[in-house]
């Protein structure tokens, strides 16, 4: 370390080595530096990449245009009905509703919504200065709810107010708020939610497509191709699986509180992370001949995945990757995947890791491998270029920079070209990794 | 699918639908990287700064460097004069950029930070300096926040010594690299000595080198900027974009200027090369000659393939006039004209293009939306949509060609380095559009009126 790293930011940043950890771990889940060119996002982006995948509720972002303007249709979640989540709405705040408030606005712009569509679930987001000019969208929202018999729901998320993780959470309280009215007394509950899978090029599908064939019922997929007639059955589950656990197990943790339906934690990343998950599952809510089937299609799926990887991976030996994604479990999965592709991770790192995720981070990966929390453009520079990484896994701020670097690039994130999730997802991402990487491109740098 | 939008026509007066615009901060983010080792700087939270970045990094296919003041809730109540010093001061230690352009967000606005303040009370390093402007996100658009920054530089840098510097000014307005490259060309031909202000090309169309620049090469450079003072005179291109700083630098240091469409097609790219021709008292060089009458030449041989066509034109103010007035020299009718920037002055000049070409029916707004042009389409269809990524769901949904131009565009490559301004703009724009036009006339021909030769 050293040069070119800010003073403030040397907690944020550790290199494994298993003779002298010092014990502290790695500095994270603070605010960024003021000052840094930080990769991170607020907590509106937190609690709207997590309820955005929801088919056909109206996301209505109260606040100047922009924050509509920079989150329409860009999360590349699937539905297979309703497409009203990929159009923009907002109150478009102006100078004087700036002055004189936007609450009249907004009721305007909800009673508009109801004279076009019918419909079902809105969502209303507060942005930075909502509170600041003193709406009060909790009143608006409930008497829009009242006065038209529908789910209007206001999720306060200042930027400013913590991190995306705070967004996160504003999310899981507001599917909370959609989930809630619906639970009766005396359910019986039978089969899974799954939660933090976003249907980003259709991985929800392929998921919902295993517990099909291995007879495990899927009652609501929280978020992707969500709607909102699946979403309030979601009491009716026996368990939830929770993909991204940093969005979404808060709302995992809630619902086993208060609704009483435990939890597990799975990945559908790689042939190890999907075939543990499926089996856990298949333990937790299967009879003997459920988990019998489950065996038998893991070792199927398993078996091609394998083969499948096998021939290529001579084409990955001695390549080294980088790591850089949103949430730690994600990053936790892609260490896993990369191993069983013969490739070393040599950097990793997250926006938004829990401690716990750095622990499991460093558990895993060799000595010498640097590990960063909310990093920058000129830090991972520094560290793919000194770890000689051949490839970085990131997202779209990640991308031209790992291209000016003269290194190959997947994008793990919302710009996901093909679905990354289960047996196909292996396939897709080691296609799409030997793809990168072994492109005549690099020839001519 | 993709297929909200109702027929029917309702007047909205709260409800924004699929936006034809965005904020202020991110035109000041890139007016700002079109400067030489300049550090944008967000003075708001960090998903602003996020967001902008995201946004600029789609359009170009490039690292979009900028800082933020990241803001706390400490902040929102406080003021964020702390952060902001804090950020200058880590900015020039571990980035060092020789020149920070703060501009503010909705927040710093709303809660009334006061930056000329804040910079006054600044330990800036030797030699390095701090600029700022104002971009509250609920005025304006971000074509707004662009000539906000301009003007911030302006006024913070530009100055008039007793000698001129024998040099035009050219305001290039809210353009790609490529068109800028172009733009100087066009002057170095006619031997003009300019200064470009902003001037991304080198920045945000950087080549591949192996290495990552956080300060590429190209930028106007912070002595350009002092010396904008010392013009002969500013070309001012883009009325309702350029025009702005133009005004604040006659102000500040009483150089004339010259205010010009965007020189998209042939008569506004005449009148630049005229305007650089009158400035260098040069002749117009053969070569330029040429350009043009190939560029008639080819209007020629294409023409009946998109006389008469109707087109729906949208995205920012002067690109849209810029663009409109060219399918009109085509001879096609620009059915629909329609920003999402707040600014009258737009459709007035459209209902001037309209009034000139002699065409009738056609529809100019500004502060529109997408929702709305769909609905216009609906009601009355067009044969092509020219603009941005985000008329794509209208495409599909009326299963209308598009053509892009514009910012942004963020599902396609190479646009960003390509002109639409200048005579092999026009020829550029012209062939995208005409090869639309033929391709769909191919897709939908049945085998026995599929043509060879068209």
């Known amino acids: 370390m050293g040069a070119g790293i800010l003073e403030e930011r040397k907690e944020s940043i550790l290199v494994k080595d298993h003779c002298s950890g010092n014990g502290k771990g790695i500095q994270c889940e603070t605010q960024s530096v003021s000052g840094a060119v930080s990769q991170r996002a607020c907590v509106y982006c937190g609690a709207r990449v997590v309820l955005n995948p929801i088919t056909d509720a109206y996301h209505i972002v109260h606040g100047p245009i922009g924050c509509a303007s920079y989150t329409w249709d860009i999360r590349g979640s699937l539905s297979s009905g309703s497409d009203i989540y990929r159009n923009s709405f907002s109150t478009d705040l102006r100078e004087l509703d700036v002055i004189f408030g936007g609450e009249k606005k907004l009721t305007a712009a909800i009673d508009e919504i109801v004279a076009l569509h019918k419909p079902k679930l809105i969502f209303v987001y507060a942005t930075c200065i909502v509170g600041v000019i003193g709406d009060d969208i909790e009143a608006v929202c409930k008497a829009a709810s009242t006065k038209y018999n529908l789910c209007v729901i206001p999720i306060k998320a200042p930027g400013f107010s913590g991190t995306k993780t705070l967004g996160y959470k504003m999310a899981c309280n507001a599917i909370m708020e959609v989930i809630k009215p619906h639970v009766q007394a005396g359910q019986i509950k039978k089969g899974i939610n799954i939660l933090g899978d976003f249907n980003l090029a259709g991985e929800m599908w392929i998921i919902k497509n295993y517990f099909d064939k291995i007879g495990v019922k899927v009652v609501s997929t929280i978020t992707g191709d969500a709607s909102y007639d699946t979403l309030i059955q979601a009491s009716t589950a026996e368990l939830n699986i929770v993909q991204c656990a940093g969005s979404s197990t808060y709302l995992a943790t809630r619902m086993e509180e208060e609704l009483n339906i435990p939890y597990i934690k799975v990945s559908f990343f790689g042939v190890e992370d999907t075939t543990s998950s499926l089996l856990r599952v298949a333990q937790a809510v299967g009879d003997a001949e459920t988990l019998a089937r489950t065996e038998t299609f893991v070792q199927e799926q398993s078996k091609i995945a394998q083969e499948f990887l096998e021939k290529y991976k001579r084409n990955f030996i001695g390549k080294k990757a980088a790591i850089y994604v949103g949430g730690g479990f994600k990053a936790i999965s892609l260490i896993r995947q990369f191993n069983e592709m013969g490739i070393k991770t040599v950097v990793v790192g997250t926006q938004t890791g829990k401690k716990e995720d750095y622990d499991i981070i460093e558990s895993l990966v060799e000595d010498d491998t640097v590990i960063l929390d909310d990093t920058n453009p000129a830090e991972l520079e520094k560290f793919m270029k000194e770890k000689e990484a051949d490839i970085l896994v990131g997202g779209v701020k990640e991308r031209p920079l790992a291209y000016k670097l003269g290194i190959a690039f997947c994008d793990h994130n919302h710009e996901r070209k093909h679905a990354l999730g289960g047996y196909e997802g292996v396939i897709n991402f080691t296609q799409e990794v030997n793809l990168t990487m072994n492109s005549p491109v690099w020839r001519y740098l | ?454």
Request: proline content about 6%.
């Open chain 2, 1 to 454: 699918m993709l297929d909200l939008t109702p027929k029917k026509i309702v007047e909205r007066k709260a409800l924004r639908i699929n936006p034809c615009k965005t904020c202020q901060p991110v035109g000041a983010m890139y007016a700002a990287l079109g400067v030489h080792r300049c550090m944008p700087h967000s003075h708001g939270s960090q998903g602003c700064c996020s967001y902008h970045r995201t946004f600029l990094a789609r359009h170009f296919k490039e690292p979009a460097i900028a800082t933020t003041s990241a803001f706390t809730e400490g902040s929102s109540v406080f003021g964020g004069g702390s952060n902001v010093k804090q950020s200058v001061k880590n900015i020039f230690e571990i980035y060092d950029p020789d020149i920070i352009a703060v501009h503010t967000t909705c927040l710093s606005e709303t809660i009334g930070d006061d930056l000329n303040t804040y910079i006054q009370q600044m330990d800036i390093p030797e030699g390095k300096i701090v600029v700022h402007t104002n971009t509250p996100s609920y005025a304006g658009s971000h074509v707004n926040g662009f000539f906000n920054m301009m003007c911030g530089f302006i006024k913070y840098l530009s100055k008039a010594t007793a000698v001129k510097n024998g040099k035009i000014g050219i305001f290039p307005g809210f353009v790609n690299p490529g068109d800028m490259r172009e733009m100087k060309r066009l002057a170095k031909l006619l031997k003009t000595e300019f200064i470009m202000f902003p001037d991304t090309s080198g920045v945000l169309d950087a080549p591949m080198t192996g290495e990552y620049e956080m300060y590429p090469k190209g930028g106007t450079t912070i002595p350009e900027i002092v010396s904008l003072g010392d013009c002969e005179k500013i070309l001012a291109l883009g009325e309702l974009t350029s025009m702005e700083p133009a005004i604040e630098l006659k102000r500040k240091c009483e150089v004339d200027f010259d205010s010009l469409p965007l020189p998209i097609g042939i008569q506004a790219t005449d009148a630049y090369v005229m305007a650089l021709s009158h400035f260098s008292k040069q002749e117009v060089p053969a070569e330029l000659e040429e350009e043009r009458g190939q560029l008639v030449d080819i209007m020629m041989d294409a023409h009946a393939n998109f006389d008469k066509k109707s087109v729906a034109i949208y995205g920012d103010p002067d690109t849209v006039l810029g663009l409109a007035a060219f399918v009109l020299e085509m001879g096609m009718i620009p059915k629909y004209l329609l920003t999402g920037t707040p600014n009258e002055k737009f459709t007035t000049k459209a209902n001037a293009l309209f009034e000139k070409f002699g065409v009738t029916g056609c529809k100019a707004k500004a502060n529109g939306d997408l929702f709305e042009l769909h609905q216009w389409i609906k009601n009355d269809p067009v044969d092509l949509l020219l603009g941005t990524t985000h008329g794509k769901q209208i495409a599909k949904a009326e299963d209308i060609p598009l053509v892009r131009a514009g910012f942004p565009i963020i599902d396609r490559y190479v646009h960003s380095y390509m002109p639409l301004v200048g005579y092999r703009g026009a020829m550029r724009l012209l062939e995208l559009i005409c090869n639309a036009l033929m391709d769909r006339r191919d897709r939908d021909a049945k085998d026995e009126d599929l043509e060879m030769v068209m």
